[in-house]
């Protein structure tokens, strides 16, 4: 089966821009969260959808905003870029039965110029 | 707020050597417990787990106890190889229920010949 996929795999935007990051879940999976990992620290929880609705959002400014697709693919969006955006970006799901396990994609890196 | 301290790496050890890495968890309750790793350039991948008080997770030769009386979740390896230098990250949930996560700030793993 496939693993969780996400795309791009590296991206390189400038100050102020907006950007928009993809995932994919697990066949199945109907839950899907976003955390950032700065360079050498642990992930940070962003946001968490199920069927479509956020169950959970992380300390991050409005500036992030997420969503969940019919087919329960999810979007991460960031308006504004700052440099601190800088970061790898990772999208996890979760099936149904066993919900506080997490399946990681590779992760987009970002890099905010 | 619930959270987790991993001893800071890196942790160098020489092929067959024994890997302890130490975590320690501040939670209300007894959560799940979990041991994640991730390979240089890669996303997450769920290591093992343990879901209640003087459980044991084990996989690919890993050990962890769950340990209430020293909330504690120390990870063990008999005998390390080179393919296991990596970062490894141990995470519980965060309070407020739903499938997220907080982790630990990664303990790094380098093995010699």
């Known amino acids: 089966d496939a693993g969780v996929t996400q795309s791009p795999t590296h991206l390189i935007k400038t100050r102020g821009q907006q950007v928009t990051l993809r995932c994919s879940p697990i066949?199945?999976?109907?839950?899907v969260s976003w955390y950032q990992q700065v360079l050498g620290q642990g992930p940070q929880f962003i946001f968490q959808y199920y069927e479509k609705e956020e169950r959970g959002r992380g300390n991050f400014p409005d500036r992030f905003s997420a969503r969940q697709f019919p087919n329960y693919s999810s979007e991460l969006n960031v308006n504004a870029l700052l440099l601190g955006d800088s970061a790898l970006y990772l999208c996890?799901?979760?099936?149904?039965?066993?919900?506080?396990?997490?399946?990681f994609g590779p992760g987009t890196r970002l890099t905010v110029t | 707020g619930d959270s987790v301290t991993q001893m800071e790496g890196p942790v160098t050890l020489s092929e067959e050597a024994f890997l302890t890495i130490n975590c320690t968890y501040t939670?209300?309750?007894?959560?799940?417990l979990f041991w994640y790793v991730q390979y240089p350039g890669e996303g997450l991948q769920l290591l093992l787990k343990?879901?209640?008080?003087?459980d044991k997770g084990s996989n690919k030769g890993f050990e962890a106890t769950y340990r209430k009386e020293t909330t504690s979740f120390h990870l063990e390896k008999g005998s390390v190889q080179v393919s296991d230098s990596a970062v490894y990250f141990c995470?519980?949930?965060?309070?407020?229920?739903?499938?997220?996560?907080?982790f630990g700030t990664g303990t790094q793993l380098k093995v010699e010949l």
């Open positions: 995470a519980l949930p965060l309070e407020g229920g739903g499938n997220k996560l907080t």
């Open positions: 939670a209300t309750g007894y959560p799940s």
């Open positions: 996890a799901s979760s099936p149904p039965d066993r919900g506080r396990e997490q399946y």
């Open positions: 343990a879901t209640k008080a003087d």
């Open positions: 066949s199945g999976h109907k839950s």
